[in-house]
């Protein structure tokens, strides 16, 4: 058992087999083990590889079924509720062969874990909420509204600002990989604190970052609306709570309900940084990690 626990954690990329579908993970790092589900849904795994984390943890950054080279649903583009995604994860932990593990979401991929954690906290050693929400639908929608609008008076005269704003308009209307990913590349500076100012920097991933589309129904054609306000004073699993304070998508005043609905949860505020602050401050975000782990562990 030590020996395939091995060679499913080793440096690189590896597929198993749930359900008879290809799960398709890879691993960077070392120390205890922490899953990291990306967000879109659909962006590719890439977008949330974080090096300064994998210094102290072995990154399992996964590939959700329905994105990149994970297989596909019979009804794809639909199905990919938050309920298969879990079950999914699940059976990834089973076949790796891990009893307990970090787990940590981001934006999408946080609505994900908190539905894992809910379902199965005795899987989890801690989680990690890194700009998730508590609900999503017609107030997240205004919420992020709102908050786009603040970063369009905070960048007013930038002569990109106009194809942020299509990319913003364009992001809930398509449905083809290569349109939603255009979508995506245009709006890509609104998920940045500063990105014009650091444009030389974060070019490349504005360049090279892709999305395959997901819809937002279930195999039943009805939309897989999250409100877990209800639950989440329920669950019982050590939580960190981690947000840029410019973040568009999951902003500030999400990350507060979450934090205020958790018990015990710990709250962290990344300053400098919106949506993507594992790329604007690594340190700082690889801190907050590091001293939640620390603490879980003493």
Not at 60 to 70: H, I, K, R, W
Not at 88 to 97: Q, S, T, V
Not at 177 to 186: N, S, V, Y
Request: a negative charge.
């Amino acid at each position: 058992m030590q020996n395939e626990l091995t060679d499913h954690l080793s440096p690189g990329s590896h597929d198993v087999v749930v359900d008879g579908l290809r799960q398709r993970y890879h691993v960077y790092g070392s120390g205890p083990v922490c899953v990291a589900c990306p967000g879109g849904p659909g962006v590719i795994w890439e977008s949330l590889r974080m090096p300064a984390v994998e210094d102290f943890l072995t990154m399992v950054y996964v590939e959700p079924l329905g994105t990149g080279d994970s297989g596909r649903l019979a009804s794809h583009p639909h199905g990919y509720t938050r309920e298969r995604y879990t079950r999914a994860l699940a059976g990834l932990l089973d076949r790796i062969g891990l009893d307990q593990v970090y787990l940590l979401g981001h934006s999408h991929g946080g609505f994900v874990a908190q539905h894992f954690a809910l379902n199965h906290p005795e899987r989890l050693n801690g989680l990690v909420l890194y700009s998730s929400a508590p609900v999503t639908g017609p107030e997240h929608m205004a919420e992020a509204a709102s908050r786009m609008g603040e970063f369009v008076q905070r960048n007013e005269g930038q002569p990109d600002l106009p194809r942020v704003l299509s990319g913003f308009q364009a992001s809930g209307a398509v449905t083809d990989c290569a349109r939603i990913t255009e979508a995506l590349r245009d709006l890509l500076p609104a998920f940045f604190a500063r990105y014009w100012e650091r444009e030389e920097e974060f070019r490349g991933i504005r360049e090279s970052i892709t999305c395959t589309y997901i819809s937002p129904l279930g195999e039943d054609q009805q939309p897989d609306l999250i409100d877990d306000r209800a639950a989440l004073p329920a669950l019982s699993v050590p939580t960190l709570v981690l947000v840029g304070h410019y973040d568009v998508t999951c902003g500030p005043r999400w990350a507060g309900e979450l934090h205020a609905l958790i018990p015990e949860s710990r709250l962290a505020t990344l300053k400098d940084s919106g949506h993507l602050g594992h790329m604007e401050e690594p340190e700082e975000f690889a801190g907050a990690v590091h001293d939640f782990v620390r603490s879980v562990a003493s």
